[in-house]
């Protein structure tokens, strides 16, 4: 079987840790190899990068879209290929969809030219299917502090960003929706397993 690439996006606080889990356990219980990976911090490098961007002082919008673009330049060449490659399922935490809502809607960046580079560093490589679980900023924020864990830079930005991120990923999902299953991240865990898991088995051959 040639390899399958699946990504998760959405909003922090989305679910989207929860829901790739679970989709990569059914997935394996079906006897597929299945690499469960995600964005930035899934390589050596990118854990480095993971720690600049999310924990580290500020950073310049330019620098952070270039700074995720390494990132994925090393993460698809060190662990996404390889596994397509090998017939694995690819299921990743966030991908170019992010990049294009958090820089290309939330920052004061040209969302072509934030395309143009993520497409440079990946190779041209995109998913088959990209799960979008939609939250608004209000649950997101809700969810984040029932959860106890300490606000990354990103999060930390004001409502108004986070609404441009949530816009950004719906139209994205509009221009494409043969790529995306979008779903209320409000929705029962179980609900929205059983939806992705329904979406996805067709694509396994």
């Known amino acids: 079987m040639a390899g399958l690439f699946i990504t998760f996006e959405g909003g922090d606080g989305a679910g989207k840790s929860t829901q790739a889990e679970r989709l990569g356990a059914w997935l394996e219980q079906r006897g597929h190899e299945t690499v469960r990976t995600r964005e930035p911090g899934g390589?050596?490098?990118?854990?480095?990068?993971?720690?600049?961007?999310?924990?580290g002082s500020d950073v310049a919008p330019r620098a952070e879209a270039l700074l995720y673009a390494a990132d994925r330049a090393q993460h698809v060449a060190e662990v996404v290929r390889p596994a397509l490659a090998r017939g694995a399922v690819v299921v990743q935490d966030r991908y170019i969809d992010s990049s294009l809502a958090y820089q290309g809607a939330g920052r004061p960046l040209d969302p072509a030219?934030?395309?143009?580079?993520?497409?440079?560093?990946?190779g041209g490589l995109w998913p088959a299917l990209t799960v979008l679980l939609d939250v608004s900023p209000e649950l997101a924020a809700e969810r984040r502090s029932a959860a106890?864990?300490?606000?990354?830079?990103?999060e930390r930005e004001a409502a108004e960003f986070h609404r441009r991120v949530r816009d950004g990923f719906l139209a994205?999902?509009?221009?494409e929706?043969?790529?995306?299953?979008?779903?209320d991240a409000a929705l029962p865990i179980e609900e929205?397993?059983?939806?992705i898991a329904a979406r996805v088995e067709p694509l396994l051959g």
């Open 148 to 154: 106890g864990a300490a606000a990354d830079r990103l």
């Open 177 to 183: 929706p043969e790529r995306f299953l979008v779903l």
């Open 113 to 122: 030219e934030v395309r143009g580079l993520s497409e440079w560093a990946s």
């Open 43 to 55: 390589t050596a490098l990118g854990a480095s990068l993971r720690e600049l961007l999310l924990h």
């Open 192 to 195: 929205l397993h059983a939806a």
């Open 172 to 175: 994205l999902a509009n221009a």
